[in-house]
Structures are given as structure tokens and as C-alpha cells.
T-cell receptor, first 114, second 118 residues
Framework: EPEVTQTPSHQVTQMGQEVILRCVPISNHLYFYWYRQILGQKVEFLVSFYNNEISEKSEIFDDQFSVERPDGSNFTLKIRSTKLEDSAMYFC????????????FGSGTRLTVV | AQKVTQAQTEISVVEKEDVTLDCVYETRDTTYYLFWYKQPPSGELVFLIRRNSFDEQNEISGRYSWNFQKSTSSFNFTITASQVVDSAVYFCALSEARRGSTLGRLYFGRGTQLTVWP
């Protein structure tokens, strides 16, 4: 069964550093998303990406964040100048035209900022 | 604005009991989609079901069943004869329909932690 693959599964970074979270969506999907989940809290939408541009972003997704699809397979989330409160699980997801199964989520990257 | 409320923060049951997880949503859209996801201790989000706003048929899948009632804006999830492996956090979520995409962003509830004791 097709999967969304996220790397790394865990990342520890020092406050102020930049991190790049990587995702390989399902190959024939067209819509890509990033969500985050602060420990013990609900899952929150960050950004959606379609046709090589951001289609929607939340109030959380400020200038500290950026997304990119550098090639035909990867979809990245860059967080600049990380803060302690950026510590969370970050989920990548993708969906096809139909989206019947909703999104297919990756297993997540647990980011810890120290 | 869209909102999903899962009033039950934690539920504990003993194996083989039936358990219902409540979900109430708010939206002004006439077309929307409702989902349930399971998050086991390993952390991934596992899709369980999607329901369209124009399809109020209830659904059963094995021990799982869902009761969608537009009149009360509820989309409740029942596990029959619960098992220890059902222990997880369960999230209800709502998505609007978007032009150019079947699905808009997902709005999640805060989740219900279900613990099934042997």
C-alpha cells in the first residue's frame, strides 16, 4: 500500500537553528500538506500546497516557515530560527484528486528544540 | 468558522465493553467532509472513515460503526466489543470542500484518549 514517508523520524535541534523536515508524498498525489501536533494537543493545520504553490496557510505558518517541492518527489518544510515552542510532531500528508480516503498521513517527525 | 468538539477527553473501559466516542461539529458550509483518525501510541495518524455531508447513511465496518446525524451536527463513533489494541487517541476532523481540491484543510477535535483494560 502506498505510503507517505517522512524523514527523519526524530530530530533534536538547538534553539535558533534551522531545520528541514522531509516528506515523500504518494507518487500520484497532487495535494500536499503539513500539520503539527504539540505534545498532548490537537493536530493543527500549517499549510497546503498544490501546483507548486501554497494554496492555503494558517495563522501559525508565518515567515519562520517555508515549504518547497525541490524535485518531483520531495516536499519539505523549513523552520528557520527554531524556538522552544516549535517542539512538536510534524505530519506531512498528501491526497489525490478524489481524496476519498482523506489524506494519507506520514508517520511524523518529532522535533525537539532544546 | 469550522469547529470540532470532542467533549470526552479520556474514556476507560474494560475489554469487550462497547464504547461510543462523541463528536460535534460546526460549519456554515453545505458541503463538507467528516473523518475519524486513530493515533496509537506509536504516533501515526491512521485513517478510519470519511463521510460526506450529503450522505447520512450510518456505516459499520467490523466492530466499528459511525452514526452521522446532520440534525444534531454529530458524527459519533462506536466500538463494539472493545479490545486492548483499540487503546489510542481518536480524532474527529472536519474538512470543507474547496475549489480545485476535493478537500480543504482539516479541522481536528482535541481527541479522546481511549484506554481498554484487559
Amino acid at each position: 500500500e502506498p505510503e507517505v514517508t517522512q524523514t527523519p523520524s526524530h530530530q533534536v535541534t538547538q534553539m535558533g537553528q534551522e531545520v528541514i523536515l522531509r516528506c515523500v508524498p504518494i507518487s500520484n498525489h497532487l495535494y500536499f500538506y503539513w500539520y503539527r501536533q504539540i505534545l498532548g494537543q490537537k493536530v493543527e493545520f500549517l499549510v497546503s500546497f498544490y501546483n507548486n504553490e501554497i494554496s492555503e496557510k494558517s495563522e501559525i505558518f508565518d515567515d519562520q516557515f517555508s515549504v518547497e517541492r525541490p524535485d518531483g518527489s520531495n516536499f519539505t518544510l523549513k523552520i528557520r530560527s527554531t524556538k522552544l515552542e516549535d517542539s512538536a510532531m510534524y505530519f506531512c500528508a498528501s491526497s489525490g484528486e478524489d481524496g476519498y480516503y482523506g489524506y494519507t498521513f506520514g508517520s511524523g517527525t518529532r522535533l525537539t528544540v532544546v | 468558522a469550522q469547529k470540532v468538539t470532542q467533549a470526552q477527553t479520556e474514556i476507560s473501559v474494560v475489554e469487550k465493553e462497547d464504547v461510543t466516542l462523541d463528536c460535534v461539529y460546526e460549519t456554515r458550509d453545505t458541503t463538507y467532509y467528516l473523518f475519524w483518525y486513530k493515533q496509537p501510541p506509536s504516533g501515526e495518524l491512521v485513517f478510519l472513515i470519511r463521510r460526506n455531508s450529503f450522505d447520512e447513511q450510518n456505516e459499520i465496518s467490523g466492530r466499528y460503526s459511525w452514526n452521522f446525524q446532520k440534525s444534531t451536527s454529530s458524527f459519533n463513533f462506536t466500538i463494539t466489543a472493545s479490545q486492548v489494541v483499540d487503546s489510542a487517541v481518536y480524532f474527529c476532523a472536519l474538512s470543507e470542500a474547496r475549489r480545485g481540491s476535493t478537500l480543504g484543510r482539516l479541522y481536528f477535535g482535541r481527541g479522546t484518549q481511549l484506554t481498554v483494560w484487559p
